[in-house]
């Protein structure tokens, strides 16, 4: 089998899982939740919304298993994730749907950031054992055992309250009406700053510390030492023998740890009141509102999935023998 | 989790084969010898530190953490050495007491992710097959789904989830890093002589693995379970600090909930989020500072010379790969000076690696 | 190509002026960076000669493959050269030290003047990159200005030399057997004409049929090419075929250093004598294989004296106490070309009849 076709299937799978988690979580929980929340708010939900809550958390009692199953996976075809209560009667799906950009926009861009920067910084740690550079690993190693949303309230003291640099809250300034205009994006741009520092401060010091580890593994293959044997000049045998071969591992990881880093950028959304779907999960979690709970989960498992398989991408165009059958 | 990315390859199939040689040619009494490495040592001090904390915490805290007081957001003084919280609370005694709370919920989740891990891994490698694919399938789903949304999630829904509760979630959620890593070396110790002579000398399967390939996975248990210990203390303290579980047990994240909610940040009560934080992070330290241990333990090319560092650059010695450092010690001073023609121009190599080091 | 006609190949240069092209001396080299390093390596000279093939030959753990990083300064952390000098003679005549050069000066004469196939060349190919691309990495960086065709197209002659077809420039290292991958290091060594080849080992690796191919291989190309090589080896009689000169270790030191033929027919040192013997020899009757008794001693506890002396048939109480230098035989006069250490071609004692065959 190829490398791709294993990889899909693999994904395929995850994603079911992902799902059949979601179906299930709710139906193993003690208590009903939500129908108290559907009678609370009886009259008001339209009897279409009401029946997809039945679905999505199991209340109809007189269906089978199976067949609550396959009503689920039928909603979710149809893209129905039920209503949230927390802002009633907005749509899961809308709610997930205007927090998903933001999110994408603040984590995936600061987590390549961190990732980038990290992996650059390990790459020349590594090579240069036993000099001043080894000094940042104490420093590395500190960072990475800093829990994510307590970096971002230190940094919200200093640089919100303190200096007043930076809003301490928000995504953009709620004075503007969003559109594609410089002055907005600008906006954008100067509340999403502080967010995205605090990621890739606490998110960077993991890719230093893998990325000098392989550096210092990779660096005693033969192949290095041939490439400085062959006079080549230092640069080329540090980025293309030693770093090009140790960032395949650091790859990898980057996907294993993926789902890890998002859990952690998420909350840094709720530290900072960022729009993002992180946010909406704290606000579902405060509110007790599981729809809202369940839908959020499905999205982030299957953007980190999306996620995965560009790293997965990536690495089959870095490293030449996963290209081959077998 | 950061802390056992080197154990880990990009293809499972080839572990990494010195460490087995490593861990294989292991004895007994050498098991923990890397608690003699500086780093894992200091890492365990921190530990220990932390675990007598929690023993004794309540006889020491100086106030009941609950305790309302008249000395409303009170800086840090010599009657509330670290402050006090908007109710008069004294955050010491709070951080004292929920030291306990963050460590029992740590090492119970550890515990549970470990043995799940073990169970999981040891089988998958050890079986190979069909067997093989089902559980290591499995192990990469539990990755690939992020486990913070989940474990909130599934808090969430738990009514009062408390924190064996959560330590259990935690448990559940993340054992599958250990799995995935114990079945990597696992398969490459199926393949050693010494477990196809025990194989071939009849040994039953059940205790070939016990008595030959855990003790030599001892290492990368250990690692594992140092790595989950570190992401459930994170785990846990989060889930306080966004409200999931309930807020009056005290434990760090409990401490930032409050000092988040009551706006200790606009207030300027940094005595109030500061020193939990920089708790998690000493502790998480420490645990780091283990597994760089055990991964040094493990894997002999990350020992570092770094210790050492100062004194090589003392004695002028670059470690490189490509250009061996050339000192040259009196006692090996050529014997036959080379006529004076032939002496080079340059400055000795010793002063050329200052001169560049400066340069630097 | 019979054994005839390889053995022997520079045996003309011997004719011409000895011109060195590498002379090591006194190089010394620990391991550890530590209070207690090992002294793998003690005072070892070793002059290689234009146009010359030399044999590098020993029980593994001997410091071969030491030596030849410790003279390249390739050898990785934590190796240490803690003396000595490896004087490099360029085509112009220049004699420098390859210890005492600068990195860049070092960058820019690696693989001009001495190139080298690693012990197991399995993993010196960068799994990565297209072999053609690390062929014409090396080409490019020691000739500046040069087209990235052209340097592909001069990789393709060289992987035509070493009988590979041109058309693998563009294949991974993990599409090539061992044989191939071994043949693309042979080649990519040969890129800019080198000096001197150092070649550790380059076909322990292989099987018996393989390893004549690139043997003959080359020996035809130094033929053709004209450079020096140092061949490292366990396999004595095959070194008696292609060397012209052989250089025996043991634990760290040169223990005989004499023509080929001469450390075939008549071994100075106890130690040659009995490596010797543990091989097959290639032409007359055959003998008993004896092989040495004993095994190599530790290098980190030493016996005083010569190191040979526990396993050796012929010591006296004063092997065990005279550390041997490394000089003349006792036939100095009749063989002014030949070094041995050994007391017994000293003053010391009498020399036994078997180490003195003429
Ligand atoms: N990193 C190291 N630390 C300490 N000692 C080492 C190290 N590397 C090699 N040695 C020792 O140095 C000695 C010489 O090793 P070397 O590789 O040069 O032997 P060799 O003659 O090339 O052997 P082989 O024929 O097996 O290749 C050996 O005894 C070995 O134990
Ligand atoms: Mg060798």
Redesign the pocket.
């Known amino acids: 089998m190829s490398f791709f076709r294993r990889r899909i299937i693999f994904y395929l799978i995850t994603a079911w899982a992902a799902v059949t988690i979601n179906f299930l979580i709710p139906r193993l929980m003690p208590g009903d939740p939500v129908t108290a929340l559907i009678a609370r708010n009886q009259g008001r939900i339209d009897s279409d919304a009401e029946q997809s809550l039945r679905v999505l958390f199991g209340l109809d009692s007189n269906q089978s298993f199976l067949e609550q199953y396959i009503d689920y996976w039928g909603l979710l075809f149809r893209g129905d994730l039920g209503l949230s209560f927390t802002f009633f009667p907005t749509p899961v799906s809308d709610i997930v749907w205007q927090s998903l950009p933001w999110t994408v926009g603040l984590v995936g861009i600061a987590t390549v950031i961190a990732f980038v920067l990290g992996t650059l910084v390990g790459t020349a740690i590594g090579w240069r054992r036993g000099t001043w550079a080894d000094g940042l690993l104490p420093i590395s190693t500190f960072f990475s055992a800093v829990p994510y949303f307590w970096l971002g309230l230190i940094a919200i003291t200093v640089f919100a309250v303190q200096l007043g640099w930076f809003p301490s809250n928000g995504s953009y300034d709620r004075s503007l009406l969003p559109s594609f205009d410089l002055e907005f994006l600008g906006s954008v741009l100067y509340y999403g700053f502080l967010p995205a520092l605090t990621v890739v401060l606490a998110s960077i010091a993991g890719w230093i510390l893998g990325m000098r580890n392989m550096m210092v593994t990779v660096s005693s293959e033969d192949y290095v030492t041939v490439a400085q044997a062959k006079g080549l000049p230092e640069r080329k045998v540090m980025f293309g023998y030693a770093a090009r071969n140790a960032i395949l591992p650091q790859i990898s990881s980057f996907a294993l740890s993926l789902g890890f880093i998002v859990g952690g950028t998420l909350i840094m959304e709720m530290v900072f009141s960022y729009q993002g779907i992180g946010y909406v999960l704290y606000q579902a979690v405060n509110t007790h509102d599981y729809p809202l709970m369940q839908g959020v989960f499905l999205v982030i498992t299957l953007s980190v999935l999306v996620a995965n398989i560009l790293a997965d991408f990536v690495y089959a165009a870095l490293d030449p023998r996963t290209r081959q059958e077998g | 989790m950061t802390a056992d990315v080197t154990v880990l390859q990009d293809d499972p199939d080839d572990a990494p084969d010195e460490s087995v040689d490593e861990t294989a040619a292991t004895k007994a009494g050498h098991r923990f010898l890397f608690l003699r490495n500086t780093k894992a040592m200091i890492g365990f001090g921190i530990l220990v530190f932390f675990g007598i904390l929690a023993v004794i915490g309540p006889f020491i805290a100086p106030y009941d953490p609950s305790a309302v007081s008249r000395d409303i957001l009170q800086p840090p003084s010599a009657a509330h050495w670290l402050g006090t919280t908007h109710t008069g609370q004294d955050v010491l005694s709070q951080i004292i007491i929920g030291t306990r709370g963050v460590l029992v919920v740590g090492l119970i989740a550890g515990l549970g992710a470990t043995v799940v891990g073990v169970l999981v891994g040891v089988t998958a490698g050890y079986l190979g097959g069909v067997g093989d694919e089902v559980l290591s399938g499995l192990s990469n789903i539990f990755l690939v789904i992020p486990q913070l949304p989940l474990i909130i999630i599934i808090a969430g829904q738990v009514p009062s989830a408390g924190g064996v509760t959560v330590a259990l979630v935690i448990a559940a959620t993340g054992w599958a890093w250990g799995a995935r890593v114990l079945r990597a070396q696992t398969l490459s110790l199926r393949r050693r002589d010494f477990v196809e002579a025990a194989r071939a000398s009849g040994e039953s399967t059940p205790r070939i693995i016990v008595a030959e390939i855990l003790p030599n996975l001892t290492a990368i248990i250990a690692a594992g379970f140092v790595g989950t210990v570190i992401f459930a203390v994170l785990s846990q303290v989060t889930l306080a600090f966004i409200g999931v579980t309930p807020v009056s047990d005290w434990n760090w994240g409990t401490v930032l909930f409050w000092a988040q909610n009551q706006l200790a940040l606009q207030r300027g009560a940094w005595w109030w989020f500061v020193p939990a934080g920089l708790c998690i992070a000493l502790l998480g330290m420490g645990l780091t500072l283990i597994n760089f241990g055990i991964d040094e333990f493990i894997n002999p090319r990350l020992r570092s010379t770094g210790l050492h560092a100062r004194s090589l650059r003392k004695r002028r010695i670059r470690p490189r790969i490509g250009f061996t450092p050339v000192v040259r010690t009196a006692e090996t001073t050529p014997v036959h000076r080379p006529p004076a023609e032939e002496q080079p121009a340059e400055p000795r190599p010793a002063e050329q690696n200052a001169i560049e080091e400066i340069r630097r | 190509m019979s054994a005839s006609t390889t053995s022997g190949t520079g045996r003309h240069a011997d004719a011409a002026v000895r011109e060195p092209v590498l002379e090591i001396k006194n190089l010394s080299v620990d391991?550890?960076f530590g209070q207690d390093p090992?002294h793998?390596l003690r005072q070892v000279s070793l002059t290689l000669n234009r146009g010359e093939v030399l044999g590098l030959a020993?029980?593994?753990?001997?410091?071969?493959?030491?030596?030849a990083y410790a003279a390249t300064r390739l050898l990785p952390p934590?190796?240490l050269i803690t003396g000595g000098e490896v004087v490099l003679t360029d085509r112009s005549g220049e004699r420098r030290d390859i210890l005492t050069m600068s990195d860049a000066q070092l960058r820019a004469s690696r693989w001009q003047d001495v190139a080298i196939v690693f012990?197991g060349a399995m993993n010196s190919l960068n799994p990565v990159f297209r072999i053609g691309r690390q062929i014409a990495d090396a080409i490019a960086a020691h000739t500046p200005g040069i087209r990235k065709k052209q340097a592909l197209d001069r990789a393709a002659e060289l992987l035509d030399m070493v009988g590979i077809s041109p058309d693998r420039l563009s294949a991974f290292p993990h599409q090539l057997s061992g044989g191939m991958r071994q043949r693309v290091m042979i080649a990519m060594a040969l890129a800019l004409e080198p000096q001197v080849l150092i070649m550790?080992?380059p076909t322990t690796a292989l099987d018996v049929v393989m390893q004549r191919q690139i043997v003959e291989q080359i020996a035809e190309l130094r033929e053709r090419l004209g450079f020096s090589v140092v061949f490292?080896t366990?396999d004595v009689s095959l070194l008696i075929e292609i060397a012209d000169r052989i250089a025996i270790?043991y634990a760290?030191e040169i223990v005989e250093d004499a023509a080929a033929q001469d450390v075939y027919r008549r071994p100075r040192h106890p130690y040659s004598r009995g490596l010797l013997r543990s091989f097959p020899p290639l032409r007359g009757p055959r003998r008993e294989l004896t092989g040495i008794a004993g095994s190599p001693p530790d290098?980190r506890l030493l016996p005083t004296g010569c190191t040979f002396t526990p396993r050796c048939g012929f010591s006296t109480p004063e092997c065990s106490r005279i550390h041997p230098e490394l000089g003349p035989t006792a036939f100095a006069g009749a063989e002014p070309d030949r070094r041995v250490a050994c007391i017994l071609h000293g003053d010391v004692g009498t020399l036994p009849p078997e180490l003195a065959e003429r």
């Open positions: 391991y550890g090992t793998v020993g029980e593994s753990g001997c410091g071969k493959s030491t030596l934590p190796g012990q550790d080992e490292i366990h270790m760290g290098l």
